[in-house]
């Protein structure tokens, strides 16, 4: 049996541009506080792609990795979703991510020069272009110095 695959959250840029020609309602699983912005956003993409709509189903990120291992186990993924890119790698791997190449190609105003080459990198583990980058964050450890000095650190 040949499971249905998903595309990562950033592939619905590349599919829009394919499906304009017929009406296409789209389920994106999207994580977390990403999950109410995108949703706020959604409007204005339909607007810019007529015929197509996107249905954001929203699941905090505690939830969503055994939620998409399940969804893929049961043929049942939705048509993009966010994915952690520590992920990226273990469902490539299961073969549970659509390989972007031929929507890509679709879309010659999507360059990897705009993209950081690190986090370029992270969505095409083993050379094959699984996912694109959605934003990137950099996290940070604040450290209380003075408890730090009391304790001989």
Excluded at 25 to 50: C, I, N, Q, Y
Excluded at 129 to 153: E, N, S
């Amino acid at each position: 049996m040949r499971r249905r695959r998903l595309l990562t959250a950033a592939g619905a840029a590349a599919l829009a541009g394919c499906t304009s020609d017929s009406d296409r309602t789209l389920r994106f699983w999207a994580m977390g506080r990403e999950s109410e912005v995108v949703a706020e956003l959604m409007p204005g993409f339909e607007r810019e792609h007529p015929g197509v709509r996107v249905n954001v189903e929203q699941l905090p990120w505690t939830a969503a990795h055994e939620k998409l291992l399940t969804a893929f186990a049961g043929d049942a993924t939705p048509d993009l979703a966010q994915v952690g890119n520590t992920w990226v790698p273990e469902m490539q791997a299961l073969g549970a991510l659509e390989p972007l190449e031929p929507w890509l190609a679709r879309t010659p105003a999507l360059l990897a020069s705009d993209y950081f080459e690190g986090i370029w990198a992270t969505n095409a583990p083993g050379g094959q272009r699984v996912g694109l980058p959605w934003y990137v964050d950099t996290r940070l450890m604040f450290v209380r110095q003075d408890l730090l000095a009391r304790a001989g650190i």
